[in-house]
């Protein structure tokens, strides 16, 4: 199991981190949501919670929880311009089809 975060996204995960007291690192999970079902979540976290896991990666802590992990683990998180704005986008193995505009995913267990 392993959330990874790219270079790009970790220095900007580092640096909300560091600018903002008391987060402890960035919290990533999925809501239904979308045309599709599942969109992914970030937010910067601000306590451990029960049932979280939590990868961390040369210093940067993901907080995932219990409902969420299966959906996610295995993503690669990156940061960068995406139409006139910057945001982090994913590329989460689990997804097996997204919405046309690329915000929500499915997956084979939404299919059963």
């Known amino acids: 199991m392993a959330i990874h975060l790219t270079p790009v996204a970790h220095a900007r995960v580092q640096r909300f981190v560091a600018q903002t007291p008391g987060a402890l690192g960035l ?3 999925v ?3 979308g045309c599709s079902g ?6 910067l976290a601000r306590e451990q919670r029960e049932g979280d896991t939590v990868f961390e990666q040369e210093g940067v802590r993901i907080f995932v929880d219990a409902a969420s992990l299966a959906l996610v683990d295995g993503t690669e998180i990156d940061f960068g311009k995406h139409g006139l704005g910057e ?6 193995p689990n997804a097996t089809a997204e919405c046309g505009c690329g915000e929500s995913f499915t997956t084979d267990e939404d299919h059963r």
């Open 27 to 29: 919290r990533f999970g």
């Open 31 to 33: 809501e239904r949501t």
């Open 38 to 43: 599942w969109g992914h979540v970030t937010d």
């Open 87 to 92: 945001t982090f986008t994913f590329k989460n």
